[in-house]
C-alpha cells in the first residue's frame, strides 16, 4: 500500500511543479472554440467558452497539492503543540486547552468553513487559515492521548529526576516516539484540506483567480447541458477522478503507516 500511495502522490507532485512546462495552453486563454470533443489538439476538449480542460486539470494539481499540504502541515503543527502541553503540563493548563478542543470538535467542520469563507472572503489564504483554525483540534487529541502514556515512561521519570527542563523533555523524550502519529495525522489532515477546498471552490466560495479542481467541477457543474450530451465525460469526470486518486494515495500512505505503528494491525486483521 505504501509504494501505491507514494508513486500516486509522487506523481501528482511531479506534475503540479512541472504544470507550466506540461499544459499545452495558459488554463485561462480562449484556445478553440467551446465544447470541442477530446482529440490531438485538446486532449480533454474545451470547456464552454473555449479553454482547454487538460490545461486546467493540470493547473488545478498546483493549487490543490499547495492548499492541502500547507493547511495541512499547519493545523498538524497548530495541534501538536496544543497537544504536547496540555498532556505534559497538565492541571489548568490540560482543562484550558481540552475545553477549546471540545468546543472545536464538537462544531461541524464543514458548515463552520462554509460560514467562515463566506464571512472572510475569498482567496487561497482565507481557505488556509480557516481550515486550521477549525482542523487543529482532532490533531490536538490524538497527541495528548499519546502524550499522557509518554510522559509515564522510565526514561522520562529518570530525565526528570536528571534535571531536565520542561522543554528539553517534549523535544527530547515526548516528542519524538510521537512522529510517526504526528506523520498518520499530517497526512489524514492534508486530505482533509484538500477536500475541503474542492468544496469550497464547488460550491463557488474559492479563490474566483485561481484554478484548481474544485474550481474546474464547479464550472463544470455550472453548465446548464451537461449531461445532455457526452461533455461530462471530460470536463468533469478528470478533475473528479484527480481528486478521488489523489486522496487514495494518502489514504494508503496513512494506514500503511499505521499498520506499521500497531503490531496489532500487521497482515490485516488482529493478532490473536
Same mark, same amino acid.
Given at each position: 500500500?505504501?509504494?501505491?500511495?507514494?508513486?500516486?502522490?509522487?506523481?501528482f507532485l511531479a506534475t503540479a511543479l512541472a504544470s507550466p512546462w506540461?499544459?499545452?495552453?495558459?488554463?485561462?486563454?480562449?484556445?478553440?472554440?467551446?465544447? @470541442?470533443?477530446?482529440?490531438?489538439?485538446?486532449?480533454?476538449?474545451?470547456?464552454?467558452?473555449?479553454?482547454?480542460?487538460?490545461?486546467?486539470?493540470?493547473?488545478?494539481?498546483? !493549487?490543490?497539492?499547495?492548499?492541502?499540504?500547507?493547511? *495541512?502541515?499547519?493545523?498538524?503543527?497548530?495541534?501538536? !503543540?496544543?497537544?504536547?502541553?496540555?498532556?505534559?503540563?497538565?492541571?489548568?493548563?490540560?482543562?484550558?486547552?481540552?475545553?477549546?478542543?471540545?468546543?472545536?470538535?464538537?462544531?461541524?467542520?464543514?458548515?463552520?468553513?462554509?460560514?467562515?469563507?463566506?464571512?472572510?472572503?475569498?482567496?487561497?489564504?482565507?481557505?488556509?487559515?480557516?481550515? @486550521?483554525?477549525?482542523?487543529?483540534?482532532?490533531?490536538?487529541?490524538?497527541?495528548?492521548?499519546? !502524550?499522557?502514556?509518554?510522559?509515564?515512561?522510565?526514561?522520562?521519570?529518570?530525565?526528570?529526576?536528571? $534535571? *531536565?527542563?520542561?522543554?528539553?523533555?517534549?523535544?527530547?523524550?515526548?516528542?519524538?516516539?510521537?512522529?510517526?502519529?504526528?506523520?498518520?495525522?499530517?497526512?489524514?489532515?492534508?486530505?482533509?484540506?484538500?477536500?475541503?477546498?474542492? $468544496?469550497?471552490?464547488?460550491?463557488?466560495?474559492?479563490?474566483?483567480?485561481?484554478?484548481?479542481?474544485?474550481? !474546474?467541477?464547479?464550472?463544470?457543474?455550472?453548465?446548464?447541458?451537461?449531461?445532455?450530451?457526452?461533455?461530462?465525460?471530460?470536463?468533469?469526470?478528470?478533475?473528479?477522478?484527480?481528486?478521488?486518486?489523489?486522496?487514495? $494515495?494518502?489514504?494508503?500512505? $496513512?494506514?500503511?503507516?499505521?499498520?506499521?505503528?500497531?503490531?496489532?494491525?500487521?497482515? *490485516?486483521?488482529?493478532?490473536?
Amino acid at each position: 500500500m505504501s509504494r501505491t500511495g507514494l508513486v500516486i502522490v509522487i506523481l501528482f507532485l511531479a506534475t503540479a511543479l512541472a504544470s507550466p512546462w506540461l499544459a499545452p495552453y495558459h488554463p485561462r486563454d480562449d484556445t478553440d472554440t467551446a465544447l @470541442v470533443s477530446p482529440s490531438t489538439r485538446h486532449w480533454l476538449g474545451t470547456d464552454d467558452v473555449g479553454r482547454d480542460i487538460l490545461s486546467q486539470v493540470i493547473a488545478g494539481t498546483r !493549487v490543490s497539492l499547495a492548499v492541502g499540504f500547507s493547511a *495541512g502541515a499547519a493545523a498538524t503543527v497548530l495541534g501538536v !503543540v496544543v497537544g504536547l502541553l496540555a498532556g505534559y503540563l497538565g492541571g489548568w493548563w490540560d482543562r484550558i486547552l481540552m475545553r477549546g478542543v471540545d468546543f472545536f470538535l464538537a462544531v461541524p467542520r464543514l458548515p463552520l468553513l462554509v460560514v467562515l469563507a463566506a464571512y472572510l472572503g475569498a482567496g487561497l489564504e482565507v481557505i488556509v487559515v480557516s481550515f @486550521v483554525l477549525i482542523s487543529w483540534a482532532f490533531p490536538a487529541r490524538m497527541i495528548r492521548a499519546q !502524550v499522557l502514556v509518554e510522559k509515564k515512561r522510565a526514561y522520562v521519570t529518570a530525565a526528570k529526576l536528571a $534535571g *531536565g527542563g520542561r522543554a528539553y523533555i517534549l523535544w527530547k523524550h515526548v516528542l519524538p516516539p510521537l512522529l510517526p502519529l504526528v506523520l498518520v495525522v499530517s497526512i489524514m489532515e492534508t486530505s482533509h484540506a484538500v477536500m475541503a477546498e474542492a $468544496g469550497l471552490s464547488f460550491l463557488g466560495l474559492g479563490d474566483p483567480t485561481a484554478i484548481s479542481w474544485g474550481t !474546474v467541477l464547479h464550472h463544470a457543474f455550472a453548465f446548464p447541458a451537461l449531461f445532455a450530451g457526452s461533455a461530462w465525460l471530460w470536463w468533469a469526470l478528470p478533475a473528479g477522478l484527480c481528486l478521488t486518486a489523489l486522496l487514495l $494515495g494518502l489514504g494508503l500512505i $496513512g494506514m500503511s503507516i499505521e499498520r506499521k505503528m500497531d503490531p496489532r494491525l500487521k497482515g *490485516g486483521r488482529l493478532a490473536r
